[in-house]
Protein backbone atom coordinates (compact mmCIF):
# COMPACT_ATOMS: atom_id res chain seq x y z
CA UNK A 1 0.00 0.00 0.00
CA UNK A 2 1.25 3.23 -1.04
CA UNK A 3 2.03 6.13 1.96
CA UNK A 4 -0.40 8.22 -0.81
CA UNK A 5 -2.76 7.21 -3.47
CA UNK A 6 -2.92 10.47 -6.10
CA UNK A 7 -6.63 10.05 -8.09
CA UNK A 8 -6.49 12.32 -10.96
CA UNK A 9 -10.60 11.70 -12.80
CA UNK A 10 -11.38 13.82 -16.09
CA UNK A 11 -14.18 14.05 -18.30
CA UNK A 12 -16.61 16.25 -19.79
CA UNK A 13 -19.42 18.53 -17.95
CA UNK A 14 -22.49 16.28 -17.72
CA UNK A 15 -20.44 12.88 -17.31
CA UNK A 16 -20.90 12.75 -13.65
CA UNK A 17 -17.33 13.53 -12.86
CA UNK A 18 -17.64 15.57 -9.87
CA UNK A 19 -20.26 12.88 -8.29
CA UNK A 20 -17.72 10.27 -8.85
CA UNK A 21 -14.76 12.17 -7.16
CA UNK A 22 -17.01 12.90 -4.00
CA UNK A 23 -17.62 9.12 -3.80
CA UNK A 24 -13.94 8.72 -3.97
CA UNK A 25 -12.94 10.81 -1.31
CA UNK A 26 -15.82 10.21 1.03
CA UNK A 27 -14.46 6.21 0.83
CA UNK A 28 -11.15 7.18 0.96
CA UNK A 29 -12.31 8.78 4.66
CA UNK A 30 -14.40 5.58 4.64
CA UNK A 31 -11.76 3.35 4.78
CA UNK A 32 -9.90 5.08 7.61
CA UNK A 33 -7.14 7.51 5.43
CA UNK A 34 -6.91 11.34 5.18
CA UNK A 35 -9.07 12.47 1.82
CA UNK A 36 -9.01 15.58 0.43
CA UNK A 37 -10.17 16.48 -3.01
CA UNK A 38 -9.97 19.87 -5.41
CA UNK A 39 -12.30 20.34 -8.62
CA UNK A 40 -9.38 21.95 -10.70
CA UNK A 41 -11.13 23.06 -13.95
CA UNK A 42 -14.75 22.87 -14.09
CA UNK A 43 -17.21 24.20 -16.82
CA UNK A 44 -19.31 21.68 -16.12
CA UNK A 45 -22.72 24.10 -17.03
CA UNK A 46 -21.38 24.70 -20.52
CA UNK A 47 -19.95 20.67 -21.30
CA UNK A 48 -16.25 22.01 -21.05
CA UNK A 49 -13.32 20.09 -19.50
CA UNK A 50 -13.91 19.04 -15.83
CA UNK A 51 -10.80 17.90 -14.01
CA UNK A 52 -10.66 16.48 -9.96
CA UNK A 53 -7.94 15.56 -7.88
CA UNK A 54 -8.27 13.40 -4.85
CA UNK A 55 -5.46 11.95 -2.95
CA UNK A 56 -5.63 9.19 -0.30
CA UNK A 57 -3.45 8.51 2.64
CA UNK A 58 -2.37 8.40 6.37
CA UNK A 59 -1.28 12.62 5.95
CA UNK A 60 -2.90 14.43 3.06
CA UNK A 61 -1.87 18.10 2.97
CA UNK A 62 -2.42 19.56 -0.04
CA UNK A 63 -5.90 18.14 -2.43
CA UNK A 64 -3.51 18.82 -5.32
CA UNK A 65 -1.52 16.58 -7.87
CA UNK A 66 1.52 17.47 -9.13
CA UNK A 67 2.52 16.82 -12.68
CA UNK A 68 3.77 13.52 -13.19
CA UNK A 69 2.47 12.54 -9.91
CA UNK A 70 -0.98 10.59 -10.57
CA UNK A 71 -0.92 7.00 -9.29
CA UNK A 72 -4.77 6.44 -10.99
CA UNK A 73 -6.28 8.11 -13.92
CA UNK A 74 -10.00 7.61 -14.19
CA UNK A 75 -10.62 9.08 -17.37
CA UNK A 76 -14.30 9.71 -18.91
CA UNK A 77 -13.79 9.98 -22.16
CA UNK A 78 -10.99 9.93 -24.94
CA UNK A 79 -9.73 12.61 -25.54
CA UNK A 80 -9.81 13.96 -21.86
CA UNK A 81 -7.61 11.18 -21.03
CA UNK A 82 -4.73 11.62 -23.49
CA UNK A 83 -4.91 15.64 -22.70
CA UNK A 84 -4.01 14.10 -18.93
CA UNK A 85 -1.09 11.93 -19.82
CA UNK A 86 1.79 13.98 -18.40
CA UNK A 87 -0.14 14.08 -15.26
CA UNK A 88 0.38 10.09 -14.84
CA UNK A 89 3.32 8.90 -13.12
CA UNK A 90 5.15 6.19 -15.25
CA UNK A 91 3.62 2.84 -14.37
CA UNK A 92 0.47 4.57 -12.97
CA UNK A 93 -3.09 2.52 -13.55
CA UNK A 94 -5.40 4.21 -15.51
CA UNK A 95 -9.01 3.03 -16.59
CA UNK A 96 -10.30 4.71 -20.04
CA UNK A 97 -13.66 5.22 -20.39
CA UNK A 98 -14.19 4.88 -24.64
CA UNK A 99 -17.03 7.43 -24.89
CA UNK A 100 -16.17 10.36 -27.88
CA UNK A 101 -17.45 13.68 -26.79
CA UNK A 102 -16.17 15.77 -29.81
CA UNK A 103 -15.18 19.19 -29.04
CA UNK A 104 -15.84 21.95 -31.25
CA UNK A 105 -12.64 22.36 -33.08
CA UNK A 106 -13.24 18.42 -34.08
CA UNK A 107 -16.90 18.96 -34.92
CA UNK A 108 -15.74 22.27 -37.39
CA UNK A 109 -12.97 19.97 -38.79
CA UNK A 110 -9.98 22.05 -37.72
CA UNK A 111 -8.76 19.29 -35.49
CA UNK A 112 -9.09 15.71 -35.90
CA UNK A 113 -10.58 13.82 -33.20
CA UNK A 114 -7.87 10.89 -32.05
CA UNK A 115 -8.31 7.34 -33.07
CA UNK A 116 -8.45 4.19 -30.40
CA UNK A 117 -4.52 3.40 -31.91
CA UNK A 118 -3.79 6.62 -30.97
CA UNK A 119 -5.02 6.50 -27.98
CA UNK A 120 -3.49 3.14 -26.98
CA UNK A 121 -0.20 3.80 -28.51
CA UNK A 122 0.25 7.06 -26.23
CA UNK A 123 -0.89 5.13 -23.13
CA UNK A 124 1.49 2.19 -24.22
CA UNK A 125 4.54 4.55 -23.56
CA UNK A 126 3.53 5.44 -19.80
CA UNK A 127 2.18 2.41 -18.45
CA UNK A 128 0.76 -0.71 -18.91
CA UNK A 129 -1.58 -1.08 -16.55
CA UNK A 130 -4.35 0.77 -18.34
CA UNK A 131 -7.82 -0.77 -18.76
CA UNK A 132 -10.60 0.22 -21.47
CA UNK A 133 -14.08 -0.01 -20.77
CA UNK A 134 -17.26 1.48 -22.23
CA UNK A 135 -19.10 2.81 -19.68
CA UNK A 136 -22.15 4.22 -21.55
CA UNK A 137 -22.78 0.35 -23.50
CA UNK A 138 -23.08 -1.04 -19.90
CA UNK A 139 -24.97 1.91 -18.17
CA UNK A 140 -27.65 1.97 -21.57
CA UNK A 141 -27.61 -2.01 -21.27
CA UNK A 142 -29.13 -1.18 -17.85
CA UNK A 143 -31.54 1.41 -18.98
CA UNK A 144 -30.31 4.74 -17.92
CA UNK A 145 -27.53 6.55 -19.22
CA UNK A 146 -26.78 8.36 -16.50
CA UNK A 147 -25.23 5.78 -14.74
CA UNK A 148 -22.29 5.24 -16.46
CA UNK A 149 -20.17 7.15 -13.95
CA UNK A 150 -21.20 4.42 -11.07
CA UNK A 151 -20.28 1.79 -13.76
CA UNK A 152 -16.66 3.43 -14.19
CA UNK A 153 -16.40 3.64 -10.11
CA UNK A 154 -17.48 -0.28 -10.05
CA UNK A 155 -14.67 -1.02 -12.34
CA UNK A 156 -12.24 1.29 -10.63
CA UNK A 157 -12.86 -0.33 -7.20
CA UNK A 158 -12.04 -4.00 -8.37
CA UNK A 159 -8.90 -2.87 -10.59
CA UNK A 160 -7.35 -1.04 -6.87
CA UNK A 161 -7.94 -4.87 -5.26
CA UNK A 162 -6.52 -6.74 -8.56
CA UNK A 163 -3.41 -3.94 -8.03
CA UNK A 164 -2.68 -4.36 -4.00
CA UNK A 165 -4.18 -1.04 -3.23
CA UNK A 166 -7.79 -1.86 -1.97
CA UNK A 167 -6.63 -0.44 1.50
CA UNK A 168 -8.76 -1.25 4.94
CA UNK A 169 -12.31 -1.81 4.84
CA UNK A 170 -12.26 -1.24 1.01
CA UNK A 171 -14.96 -3.76 -0.05
CA UNK A 172 -17.61 -3.40 -2.60
CA UNK A 173 -20.62 -2.96 -0.17
CA UNK A 174 -18.25 0.17 1.50
CA UNK A 175 -18.28 1.75 -2.03
CA UNK A 176 -22.01 1.47 -1.94
CA UNK A 177 -22.45 2.15 0.79
CA UNK A 178 -21.14 5.54 0.04
CA UNK A 179 -22.96 5.77 -3.50
CA UNK A 180 -26.32 5.17 -1.79
CA UNK A 181 -25.81 7.83 0.41
CA UNK A 182 -25.54 10.13 -2.99
CA UNK A 183 -28.46 9.09 -5.15
CA UNK A 184 -32.20 9.34 -4.77
CA UNK A 185 -33.36 6.27 -2.87
CA UNK A 186 -35.31 5.14 -5.64
CA UNK A 187 -31.76 4.76 -7.62
CA UNK A 188 -30.45 3.24 -5.41
CA UNK A 189 -31.09 -0.69 -7.13
CA UNK A 190 -30.14 0.50 -10.22
CA UNK A 191 -26.85 2.82 -9.13
CA UNK A 192 -25.54 -0.90 -7.40
CA UNK A 193 -26.36 -2.82 -10.78
CA UNK A 194 -24.11 -0.32 -12.52
CA UNK A 195 -21.36 -0.70 -9.91
CA UNK A 196 -21.48 -4.24 -10.06
CA UNK A 197 -21.28 -4.29 -14.14
CA UNK A 198 -18.59 -2.22 -14.05
CA UNK A 199 -16.94 -4.92 -11.47
CA UNK A 200 -18.02 -7.54 -13.81
CA UNK A 201 -16.76 -5.48 -16.96
CA UNK A 202 -13.15 -6.08 -16.03
CA UNK A 203 -13.41 -9.30 -14.64
CA UNK A 204 -14.06 -9.23 -10.85
CA UNK A 205 -17.74 -10.12 -8.91
Known sequence: MLETINFLLCGVGGQGTILASDVLVNVGLAAGFQAK???VHGMSQRG???TSHVRWGKVVYSPLIGAGEANVLLAFEKLEA???LKSMRLGALALVNLQVIEPLTAISGDQAYPSDETLRKAFAQVTSHVEYINGEEIAGSLGNL????VVLLGALSALLES???AGVGLTPEAWLKVIAERV???HIELNRKAFQAGREA???K
Open 37 to 39: QAE
Open 48 to 50: GSV
Open 82 to 84: LRS
Open 202 to 204: VGK
Open 163 to 165: GGQ
Open 146 to 149: KVAN
Open 184 to 186: PPK
